[in-house]
């Protein structure tokens, strides 16, 4: 049974409860779930039969420029560690209100693999529902899930600055405030990809780290005028918040949805990309 990519404590317990009710492990029912915090807030306790594993690995660096896709030996790396296995449901959740877990689906979707699942509001959301937790340490055999690249939801600088006139293409700049407005400096340039609406990530999540309801996401981004049919593209400093938007998106119904590889540390560290700055507009 396929799970949906978005799924809520509720719904994560109630299908793990009635797989033990069958008589089923996790690994018999096709559940690679997987843990993304630190190692040692999953050893002080987490979902009974997750696996541990390291989000730095879901990134490649080449400095100035961080939140890279991974490389397929990379990715591939990091799906026999948690003992993936074709077919597989990966549910992923990290603390909440965090990123990693988003990460992940999105870098899936990139190799072509969405049968994925991101809990939402992640493990505070959980144990603020009282749901149970465990300490046994689970370490999962190594999987034999390997995946291409295909890459049809990345977007390189290059693409985009030829991209940039296209009335479709909507582009949704996922930071803070202060970043957006080039107040908050995080690369050689300050401001914002050209068009950029501003949507800051967290106005789409609850105090626990939850998604809104549908209505009141749809209602967002009505306002900021992205249609069902844009070509909707996200992006913070180096995609880990703006994964979270992704998600909701893809959740929402959007199909064109893609992410600047590299993100703002890519476009904001070139020379040749132009550049929104309300600061220096208001300084002047």
Request: charged share 20%.
């Amino acid at each position: 049974m396929s799970l949906p990519l978005v799924i809520s404590t509720t719904q994560l317990h109630q299908h793990l409860t009635q797989l033990k009710a069958d008589g089923q492990s996790l690994t018999d029912a096709g559940i690679c779930l997987v843990d993304l915090r630190s190692a040692e807030a999953y050893a002080a306790g987490h979902l009974e039969g997750a696996v541990n594993a390291n989000p730095a690995k879901l990134n490649r660096s080449e400095p100035p420029t961080g939140g890279l896709m991974p490389t397929p030996e990379a990715f591939n790396g990091f799906l026999a560690s948690i003992g993936a296995r074709l077919g597989d449901q990966i549910i992923a959740y990290d603390v909440g209100r965090e990123t990693p877990a988003a990460r992940l689906m999105w870098v899936m979707d990139a190799y072509g693999y969405e049968v994925g699942s991101w809990l939402s509001g992640g493990y505070q959301a959980w144990s603020e529902a009282g749901l149970p937790v465990s300490t046994d340490i689970f370490n999962a055999k190594e999987g034999d899930l390997t995946l291409s690249f295909i890459g049809d939801n990345v977007v390189t600088v290059d693409d985009l600055l030829h991209e940039l006139a296209e009335s479709k293409v909507k582009i949704l700049d996922v930071r803070s405030a202060a970043e957006y407005e080039g107040a908050d400096v995080r690369a050689i340039h300050a401001g914002h990809v050209p068009g950029a609406k501003h949507a800051e990530w967290t106005t789409m999540l609850n105090n626990s780290g939850e998604l809104l309801d549908d209505d009141s996401l749809q209602k967002q981004l009505d306002q900021l005028g992205i249609a069902q049919d844009d070509n909707v593209i996200v992006y913070c400093q180096s995609h880990q918040r703006s994964a979270v938007t992704y998600v909701a998106l893809k959740h929402l119904g959007y199909e064109q949805v893609r992410a600047i590889d590299g993100a703002w540390s890519a476009w904001g560290n070139r020379e040749d990309t132009p550049k929104q700055n309300l600061s220096e507009s208001l300084g002047s």
